[in-house]
């Protein structure tokens, strides 16, 4: 029973202190007087009363009712319920004022009357807030009415009323006023008591609102409510806390919060608190809490805030629950017969019905809570401890953002002490959470099932707050209505104390006397309900072959323990990997328990060691929470598993598993120590039973078995029975038991946490060094106490570091956790102080068992790791260092890890890193022992590393790698990357080394010094420093010049043939140089690039003769283009229009030119030396290529200087002013540039004319052969330009030409009007938009003779002029820069260092933004313009950046597409030695191969270009001789420096070093070693089709336009692909040496059936060697077959040539059956070739395939119905029938003996010399009419008497031999006779002197 109200107070106004407005409340009377013992008054209760303050008003107000909490000391909450009415305040009172108050103020209460606030107050321990309203309402209407009762009697009755707290009655009240209360009590007061405040809160805020309130107060946030009515705040607050229930809230609580105490908002704890709206601005500056408005219905969340909400699916449950309850309508609204029935609840009903939904809400959220309780002591008081981690482990909520905060609450604590006991009285949350979980379960989903529990559960709700439905009706009188507003009301009296009080005394004795009202208590054991079924893994997806899984890592522990190694072994990869999942993870700790006899298991050390990895990769997976008992499953196993190291000394395995945040985590252990406990208290009580395994507390094994908490409740009901002395003892052996589990404890954290080397230092634990020592078999590592125990002890700093610190801190840590676990669970302090002064014993006698053990350890045999494997080495490559051990570990390309692509992953792989001069190789063996056989190759050379950088991997790729050891990652320009880690037995000081061995390789002194130059003699050294100095000299000569030139103004230094001209600025002024003097005179602007020098001073080689720069490719190329021959310049014939100029024979004009270029016929030597100057770097215009078509040229030049020339195109209209405008070199200039077109036929033609003044539009005509191109090369001229297609009546706003940038993706070679009908020479008639007549020179008549395209930054501002014939077309160019930059990212798209998530979307996406492609597109734009304009007969003038860039590219491109020439092998080797080594592409520089050019950086331009020469390939793969292998071939050798081809900047550098002409023929020393990338080339291609094209079959004269839209390109595959077995391919002799030892192999093993089928792995194997095509393979089989018959195999080209002869001949014997029986036919299926820009398709009908012949020159379409040949003969083939009758030209013919190529033996061949060809053939045979080979005359260099070699022909005189010696090789040959040898000798003298 407990007092209806505990006191009542009557609370008026009083005037204020400080004399203002404001008034404060005073307590006129109190009963009782004296506090009640058990219930003392609380304080501040007048503030409450008037939450906004005490104020006097000028009206009566009508009373007004509300209740506010107050919350003592003891957290005890007391009701006081208060009543306001209003009375006049007495003049005296407010005299009394008036004195005290200023007159101003004074002058403000002028109102006759004023009204004072007084309040009835009534406090209670009991929430009846209507009994409490009707209570203070009748005492409020015996004061108002004067009833005849007295005001005493009543307030005494109510002071002294007393009713039940709970159970469910109901008791009847009345005061004595002729009233009558029925109360009715709560069934279980542990359920709140609502009303309808829940369903008020839900009405006012809504549901998303509310949830995210509740969801606020519980994971601990301050709340604040607003409203203007303070009984919704009490309402809003209680409702708020209803819903919390079973949790209770255990912070501040203040539903009404008075004014006066605002500042308690900004406390920093949490709180749920109501005020007034009224002072809503004061809210404003809190930027912590949660506002809810109720008036307004919103909640202001602030943005520092974040609101963990439920996790998801009960989230979305709640929401559709909560609908279903507030908005039954919401389900069928849109139905077209709504049923009529449905209707919400009542206010009451609903409330219980959302009250309903959380508490099932919170039975989902904790079911199977009971599971995770801890019983730690049963008597005296149950202690109980809640397993947080498993409980989250188990709910796999571990990631979750909502319940591990609930979980640490404050409220969910009080929860565990509250309903944690075993033994209690239950309620509905219990009964919920025990029976009712299968339901929820079953019912999820099923709305009407839902809503039907629902529906239950408010039914027991609501009958617990109404037990008695049929209510009695109250009886309380009211006042009459109004009364309020009487004029004349008498205040409220002043109460009688004494009757009251003797009222109180009285009901108090009576009490008193009255036995004593026993409550029974129905406490009963706890269901404890289902425990929790498994849950998915973390991932919500249980893998399907867990069960074969699980299975695996049985094996293998059956294996391991069975000393069955080798199959254990082979198991291990798996089972580390399995153990990503939980479930491997606790199999492991089930099936290694088994292995465990009486606490020890003895391994061998080979055994030791596989435990171990499998208990690392175990832990590493597990959280530090270790939600999933992993690691406490294992802590009883690291103790027991062990070896011997030597007698009397054993190591456990904890020694070896301590590198693992896990045990570091207090909380753990503090875990794992109350489930110790539980275990041993429930042993304790289990009387009888033995147990053996450790149990987890709660896990069923047998039906019979009670869990600890039954135990618990069981002993609870007996406790009270039990005599005090068995009480005691119980007591003592629960106490005993907890302290002996302390001492276990402080053992086993000492094991896991004090390291196997104690004397090392823990600060190397804070550098992250992991000490990682490779002890015995296994790694041991050092234990992580160091750096935790720091954490925990911050006034420690790492000052004191000695030795001693690890055992101190291992001391401090256990120290920590005994204390906290020892109070908690009531261990005695005698005790605890016993453990403080054992632990320190503890740790020092395990650190000296720890010393023995790792003293033995270190002297065990380290593991057998795998034999190195040594690489192949090149002839001339030399090892620099010897093979360090390191682990290759997989990077982003997912292939070669396995994994995805299936299969056994090959990396990581296990063996060396090798450096040589030449490359950086690792060669090793997967660590996955499935491929363990197979071999890894990854290679590159040193040349092409582009970054060498440190990295840490984040996680440990595999148990082999240790932390700590140095790990690099190794990028090369080959698009190769070595991810390494240097295992621990490489020294970091080796690393180092290996570092620094790179990075001076990489970068050499010299060019000299790079692998092509020192491979195979070591003496080159000496040479050296000469050569720098000489260079040093010719750089400070010129710069001295440079400088002085320009101190002195006026003055001239004239030396010979030398001329340094006068700063810009001083041009003007300073012409007095006479005339006729400039042809004496050379003139050189000085470009510090380009530095000239006196040509006195450059005799780079004694070589340099006019002979050899003939034979260079750059002469051989322009005698075929028929641009002239180099004669005598006098003799030369003046109608030739070009000749080859000898003005740059000494590199004094343009060191980066070549020695001889074509220039206009009519420009002299001088001349072209003042016009170069205009040009960057010197690179005057000169001709490269000429259209044997419509005789257009192509020209190349560097861009012009900022100021050279622009004039020229600038100043053209204005007039001269001055001899500055006019400056001879402009006029020559123009001079050069009309040379240029006056040489093309067709502007010869048109005007006899030579000068400039003359012409006039009118005199121009274009004769143009092919109109019909026209139109199309205007849109694609406005595309490069990027304009955009415009209607025909507009002018682009972009100038005259546009910008290039913008059309980076355009596609269309669409018609356009404007230039396309410019260059078609029609008229355009329009006007400009505004009404002006259209530009007249804009729309000139004729097309430019001449195109310059120009660099659009250099040419603003150009004004087109009518009178000239050229065009400047501008555009816009990326730089070296962008190049550079692309290039890095698509190396790192290509390969990635990291594994990405999705490799797929991240390979495209930064595919996209490397912008490679783009820059691809650009080039080929460009390119196909260029083409375009050269084939429709204007010239054009490339002219960009310094013109060894981007010009080189487009130049080579534009002569590849329009000369089918080049692309032949021949041809393409040409064109490169002449556009990329003799016009001065910068190798060096670009290649950044030297230290000089280390700064600038890797710029692939040359792999660029072929790049585009790929894209070119793959769209007309008829039309090229070579393969794209050969492309790739060349992309990897132009970076790899091992030959001398692609190494220096220019042919001036390399005469300089005196390579220019010592390729041919001085390979003398050792045939093996290739100095030039050709002559290897060359050779490979006589022994293998490798770099041959099967599908060549070229058409005449054929121009190629390519599509250059992005979406035609693909990705190289170059870039991409890779061949772990063997590196790359393309030093092929390494290749070839490994294959043959498989071959072997598969060979020996006969006996076994042989299948047929290979498996093949993209990544790993050549799949071209291994699955080569078909035409490939009949070679080969051919050349087998013949080895097998004993012939000599003949060489592939010539099988090719005689098939192809054979099949022509059958071709025309029978072209109507074109698939003959002997024939070699490829039908391939590819779309139709392109063989230009549309789809080139015969007359003869449309096909789906292309019959491609093996000839090389017919390519038919044929179709299955007409049999006839559609293809059109070409020239070549009517030139191979007459190739046949080869008899009618045989000068001179007989038998020789050959020398076959290297290694090859002497042959008779028969031997015909051919004046007329120029050429020496040879045959098999006399009669013999396919050739077998030819010797070029024009090759010969000289012939010479020989001598006889190995194998010669026996029996014959030495004279009989002689050399014939040619540009690429040496010829042995052997007459009979000495005789016959002088007559072949003379001959083919003379033939060469005819020649």
Known sequence: MARLADYFLVVAFAPGKRGNGDGQGQILQRFPEKDWEDNPFPQGIELFCQPSGWQLFSERRPPTFFIAVLTDINSERHYCACFTFWEAVESTQLQNRMKNEEEEVAALIQPAQLFAPKSLVLVSRLDHADVFRNCLGLIYTVYMDGLNTSLETVIGNLLTCTIPIAGGTQRTISLGAGDRQVIQTPITDSLPVSNCSVALLFRQLGITNVLCLFCAALTEHKILFLSSSYQRLTDACRGLLALMFPLKYSFTYVPILPAQLLEVLSTPTPFIIGVSSAFQSETQELLDVIIADLDGGTVTVPECIHISLLPEPLLHQTREALSMVLDPELEIADLAFPPSTISASSLKMQDKEIRAVFLRLFAQLLKGYRWCLHIIRIHPEPVIRFHKAAFLGQRGLVEDDFLPKVLEGMAFAGFVTERGPPYRATDLFDELVANEAKRMQADEGNRARILRHIKELAEQLYKNENPYPAVTMHKVQKPTEGCHLRLHQRPFPRLDEGTIQWIIDQATAKLQT??????????????????????????????????????????????????????????????????????????????????????????????????????????????????????????????????????????????????????????????????????????????????????????????????????????????????????????????????????????????????????????????????????????????????????????????????????????????????????????????????????????????????????????????????????????????????LRVYLMPDGREEAAGGNTGGPALLPAEGAIFLTTYRIIFKGTPTDPLVGEQVVVRSFPIASLTKEEKITVQAQVDQFIQEGCAQLQLRSCTFQLLRIAFDEEVASESAEVFRKHLNKLRYPQHVSDTFAFIAGHVTKQAVQPKAKEKNQSLRTISKILVKNAKKTIGRQYVTRKKYTPPPWEQRGTQQHLPEDQEDEISVSDEVERSTLTPSTTIRPSDKMTMSHLVERACCR????????????????????????????????????????????????????????????????????????????????????????????????????????????????????????????????????????????????????????????????????????????????????????????????????????????????????????????????????????????????????????????????????????????????????????????????????????????????????????????????????????????????????????????????????????????????????????????????????????????????????????????????????????????????????????????????????????????????????????????????????????????????????????????????????????????????????????????????????????????????????????????????????????????????????????????????????????????????????????????????????????????????????????????????????YKKGAFMKPWKPRWFVLDKTKHQLRYYDGRLDTECKGVIDLAEVESITPGTPTMGAPKMVDEKAFFDLKTTKRVYNFCAQDVLLAQQWIDRIQSCLSDA
């Open 514 to 883: 009255a036995p004593p009202a026993v409550r029974a208590e129905k406490k009963c054991m706890v269901p404890s309900g289902p425990p929790l079924g498994t849950v998915t893994e973390r991932n919500g997806v249980i893998l399907a072959n867990s069960a074969r899984r699980l299975e695996v890592v049985r094996n293998c522990i059956s294996y391991v323990f069975e000393s069955k190694m080798l199959e254990a072994k082979r198991l291990l990869p798996a089972v580390l990997r399995a153990m990503k999942s939980r479930a491997a993870r606790q199999c492991l700790t089930q099936e290694l328990n088994l292995h465990v006899q009486q606490n020890r298991a003895v391994l061998d050390h080979q055994q030791f060691d596989f435990i171990v990895r499998m208990m690392n990769c175990c832990l590493q997976d597990c959280n530090a929470a270790d939600e999933h008992g992993v690691a406490a499953a294992l802590l009883p196993l690291v103790t027991a598993f062990c070896r011997k190291l030597s007698p009397g000394i054993t190591q456990f395995a904890y020694s070896c598993v301590q590198e693992h945040l896990v045990w570091t985590n207090i909380q753990f252990w503090e875990a794992m120590f109350y489930c110790d406990v539980q275990n041993h208290i429930r042993a304790l009580y289990l009387e009888g039973t033995e147990e053996n395994g450790v149990q987890q507390g709660g896990e069923e094994g047998a039906p019979k078995e009670k869990s600890a908490l039954e135990i618990a409740a069981e002993q609870c009901c007996y406790w009270p029975t039990l005599s005090r002395e068995k009480q005691q003892e119980l007591i003592q052996k629960e106490e005993s038991t907890v302290f002996s589990q302390a001492i276990h404890y402080a053992n086993r954290m000492s094991y896991l946490l004090l390291p196997l080397d104690t004397s090392k230092s823990r600060l190397l634990r804070g550098s992250g060094l992991a000490d990682a020592e490779s002890v015995s078999n296994s790694f041991i590592t050092n234990s992580i106490a160091g750096s935790v125990a720091d954490s925990y002890d911050t006034e420690s700093g790492f000052e004191e570091a000695e030795s001693s610190d690890v055992a101190n801190y291992v001391v401090r840590f256990i120290n920590r956790f005994v204390d906290k676990v020892c109070t908690e669970s009531g261990v005695t302090n005698e005790h605890l102080k016993g453990l403080h002064v054992m632990i320190p014993d503890i740790v020092q006698m395990h650190i000296e068992t720890l010393d023995a053990v790792h003293r033995e350890s270190k002297r065990l045999p380290p593991i057998q790791k795998p034999k190195l494997l040594r690489p192949s080495l090149l002839i001339g490559e030399e090892s620099v260092m010897e093979g």
């Open 1117 to 1792: 190329d322009y005698q075929r283009l028929g641009l002239g021959t180099l004669s005598n310049s006098l003799t030369r014939s003046k109608n030739e229009p070009f000749r080859i100029s000898t003005v740059n024979r000494m590199y004094a004009v343009c060191r980066s030119y070549p020695g001889l270029l074509i220039v206009p016929q009519s420009i002299q030597d001088n001349t072209i030396q003042r016009i170069s100057r205009c040009y960057r770097q010197n690179r005057f215009p000169v001709v490269c290529w000429r259209s044997s078509r419509t005789k257009a040229v192509l020209l190349r030049s560097g861009g012009l200087h900022g100021k050279g020339v622009v004039g020229l195109f600038k100043s053209q209209n204005a007039p001269a002013t001055g001899p500055s405008q006019a400056d001879s070199t402009s006029l020559e200039q123009e001079k050069y540039l009309q040379a240029v077109i006056n040489s093309m036929p067709h502007y010869a033609e048109a005007s006899g004319r030579n000068t400039l003044s003359g012409f006039t539009s009118a005199q121009m005509s274009s004769s143009d052969s092919s109109e019909k191109r026209q139109p199309k090369l205007g849109s694609l001229m406005k595309q490069v330009m990027g304009g955009k297609d415009e209607g025909p009546g507009t002018i682009s706003r972009g100038g005259k030409w546009g910008s290039i940038r913008a059309s980076g993706r355009m596609s269309s070679y669409a018609l356009n009007m404007e230039i396309g009908s410019r260059l078609a020479g029609k008229e355009l008639q329009s006007t400009q938009p505004n009404g002006s007549p259209s530009e007249a020179s804009f729309l000139r008549q004729h097309r430019a003779s001449l195109y310059i395209i120009g660099d659009k930054s250099q040419l603003r501002g150009v004004k087109p002029d009518p009178l000239q014939h050229w065009e400047v077309v501008p555009i816009e160019v990326f730089e070296a820069r962008q190049v550079k930059t692309s290039f890095k990212k698509l190396m790192k798209a290509c390969v990635p260092g990291n594994p990405t998530m999705e490799p797929g979307v991240t390979y495209l996406r930064s595919l996209e933004e490397s912008e490679w492609l783009v820059q691809i597109h650009k080039i080929l734009q460009i390119s196909v313009l260029v083409v375009e304009l050269l084939d429709t007969g204007s010239s054009v003038l490339v002219s960009l950046e310094d013109g060894w860039d981007i010009t080189t590219q487009v130049v080579s491109l534009v002569q590849l597409l329009s000369d089918p020439y080049y692309r032949t092998m021949e041809g393409f080797r040409l064109l490169i030695e002449k556009e990329w080594l003799s016009f001065g592409h910068r190798f060096s520089h670009r290649g950044a191969q030297t230290l000089a050019s280390q700064s600038s950086g890797f710029t692939p331009i040359f792999l660029q270009f072929l790049d585009c020469v790929h894209q070119i390939h793959l769209q007309f793969p008829l039309e090229f001789e070579f393969s794209q292998y050969y492309l790739k071939f060349l992309s990897y050798h132009a970076v790899s420096a091992r030959f001398r081809t692609f190494l220096l900047d220019s042919d001036y550098e390399r005469l300089e070093l005196g390579l220019l002409y010592e390729e041919k023929g001085e390979r003398k020393g050792s045939p093996q070693l290739f100095r030039s990338v050709w002559d290897y080339i060359d050779r490979l291609n006589k022994k293998t089709p490798v770099f041959f094209n099967y599908m060549y079959a070229p058409e005449d004269g054929e121009v190629l336009r390519p599509y250059s839209n992005i979406s035609n390109l693909k990705v190289w595959d170059y870039y991409t692909q890779e061949t772990l077995s063997e590196g790359p391919s393309y030093d092929w002799e390494l290749v070839q040496g490994q294959v043959e030892p498989g071959e072997e192999a598969g060979q020996q093993d006969t006996s076994t059936p042989q299948s047929k089928r290979k498996i093949i792995w993209p990544c790993y194997d050549n799949c071209s060697r291994l699955e080569p095509d078909a035409i490939s393979r009949l070679l080969e089989e051919l050349q087998n077959l013949e080895m097998e018959l004993g012939q000599v195999p003949e060489r592939w080209k010539e099988m090719w040539d005689k098939v192809k002869a054979c099949q022509r001949s059958e071709a025309q014997a029978d072209s109507s059956s074109r698939v003959a029986a002997g024939s070699l036919l490829m039908a391939s299926s590819l779309p139709h070739q392109r063989r230009s820009l549309g789809v080139y398709l015969q007359e003869s009908g449309v096909s789906s395939t292309i019959n491609l012949s093996l000839d090389s020159d017919t390519s038919s379409t044929s179709t299955p119905s007409s049999g006839k040949q559609g293809g059109r003969r070409s020239t070549s083939t009517l030139y191979s029938q007459f190739q046949t009758a080869e008899s009618e030209n045989r000068s001179y013919e007989g038998s020789l």
